[in-house]
Structures are given as structure tokens and as C-alpha cells.
């Protein structure tokens, strides 16, 4: 009897630790590079205040154009790169067809009636070719602009 019951307990081990294990493995995946960014950078609405606004698709080439309310009035540039780092990630592990991707950071702005308009302030580059080479278990992702391409500040 201990034997049977020792077998099925590790029977229901070995269970539960392939269903864990496959779920690590195999990232939800999307159908379209479109469906990749949105899913995993978000959409931006009135009730949320960052998101995808605009996908653009040049040859092989995605214009991102994302709203990003910053987190803190430390710096933006932080905010960037903990928000992007997150959603750069996904993407690339949910649709194949994604290589490289142009991000248009928008902030917002208040004018002296409260009304709030958004202004492109930065742009970068990322590719799959650098999203292989982070280590992400280690990467701080506070300085994801350090190492994107062709960064330029915006007015």
C-alpha cells in the first residue's frame, strides 16, 4: 500500500511539474506582428494612461507610437526604458515575424487651461539582434536606452 501510494505521488510530481515547466516554455503566442505589440505593450485608453497608439508597418520595419505617462517626476527616461524593456520582451517572444521596431515616445502636456496634449519627445530603435544579445535575468531595464539604437530626443 505505501508502495502505490509513494507511486502515485510521484506520478502527480512528475505531472505537475511538466504542466509548470510548459508554461514557462511557450509564451502566449500571436498570429500577427500587430497582435504581438498591442497584446504586449497595451492599448492606450482614456482609463489607462500609457499604451499603443499608432502601429505603422515600413517594409519590414514597425513604427510604435506609445503614450507614456510618467511613473515618476524622477526621470522619464527610466520610466522608458522599465515600460518598453517589459513589452520589448513579449513581443519578440510571441511573434517571429518582428525584427526591428521604431518607438515613438509620447508624454503629455499641460497648457496653462488644464488641457493636456500629447507631444512626440523621443525615438528609438530595437531589433530581435539585440534582444538576443541582453541577458535579461540580469539586465536592468531602468537603462534600456543605453543600448537601443539611433535614440534622438524629439520637439
Avoid: H
Wanted: glycine content about 8%; hydrophobic content about 35%; charged content about 20%.
Amino acid at each position: 500500500m505505501k508502495k502505490l501510494l509513494g507511486i502515485i505521488l510521484v506520478g502527480l510530481l512528475i505531472i505537475g511539474l511538466t504542466a509548470c515547466g510548459s508554461n514557462n516554455k511557450n509564451a502566449q503566442q500571436y498570429s500577427t506582428p500587430e497582435e504581438a505589440i498591442e497584446n504586449s505593450l497595451g492599448l492606450y485608453g482614456k482609463d489607462r494612461g500609457i499604451g499603443v497608439v499608432n502601429i505603422k508597418q515600413n517594409q519590414s520595419k514597425y513604427i510604435v507610437t506609445y503614450n507614456l505617462q510618467p511613473t515618476s517626476q524622477k526621470n522619464f527616461l527610466i520610466d522608458v526604458g522599465l515600460i518598453i524593456s517589459e513589452g520589448m520582451k513579449k513581443i519578440y517572444k510571441s511573434n517571429n515575424k518582428v525584427d526591428y521596431i521604431n518607438f515613438i515616445i509620447n508624454e503629455p502636456f499641460k497648457d496653462d487651461y488644464g488641457n493636456v496634449t500629447w507631444k512626440s519627445v523621443l525615438s528609438f530603435g530595437v531589433d530581435r539582434n539585440l534582444y538576443n544579445k541582453i541577458n535579461w535575468d540580469n539586465f536592468d531595464k531602468r537603462y534600456l536606452l543605453k543600448v537601443v539604437y539611433d535614440i534622438k530626443t524629439l520637439n
